[in-house]
């Protein structure tokens, strides 16, 4: 890996540190709940710079945003790691197989599903140990992931398209 691509994965990386931190800013009704907006930032990453720079970009992101929080190796911690991880695993899965199939929205509504059911999943199996308080809170946290996954998406294509217009900068894959 090369230094310019060492210094892009930094500033992406804090890009999304700063979404995931202007989001904790937002009151919301539901206190554990999040937009996943730093999701924006490595859906971005995955398009335009391939898998490797996108699972970068969500560690550090994980790793750096539960330090800052103190929260680091807890339970936020942990279903945070997990959802991160199994989202960009599961986006960049279908971005490598079948890249045309689905652009950055649909893309972005697998990450938020894969997300939601990997912190499910580790909730039911690390914390909680009963079903039924994860199948009452399940569709909701579902329905909550489809929507903000969509707008991510959006956002996402958005942001996509016109760093792909930039005739003075040319985009290149890290991988």
């Not at 800013?25 to 335009?48: K, S």
């Not at 960009?88 to 997300?115: D, E, K, N, Q, Y």
């Amino acid at each position: 890996m090369q230094l310019q691509d060492k210094y892009r994965i930094a500033l992406l990386s804090a890009y999304a540190l700063a979404l995931h931190g202007f989001e904790s800013l937002i009151p919301l009704p539901i206190p554990w709940l999040r937009l996943g907006l730093a999701n924006i930032i490595t859906l971005t990453t995955l398009v335009l710079y391939g898998f490797k720079a996108a699972m970068m970009v969500t560690l550090i992101r994980v790793i750096l945003a539960s330090i800052f929080t103190g929260t680091f190796l807890g339970p936020g911690f942990i279903l945070s790691f997990g959802g991160g991880v199994s989202s960009t695993l599961a986006m960049g899965l279908i971005f490598s197989t079948v890249p045309r199939l689905f652009g950055p929205v649909g893309l972005s509504l697998v990450g938020a599903l894969f997300h939601n059911l990997a912190q499910l999943s580790l909730a039911y199996v690390l914390f909680i140990q009963r079903i039924e308080p994860v199948l009452i809170v399940s569709p909701v946290i579902l329905l909550i992931g489809t929507l903000t996954g969509g707008v991510n998406g959006i956002v996402s294509d958005f942001l996509i398209k016109n760093l792909l217009k930039k005739p003075d900068e040319k985009i290149q894959n890290v991988i």
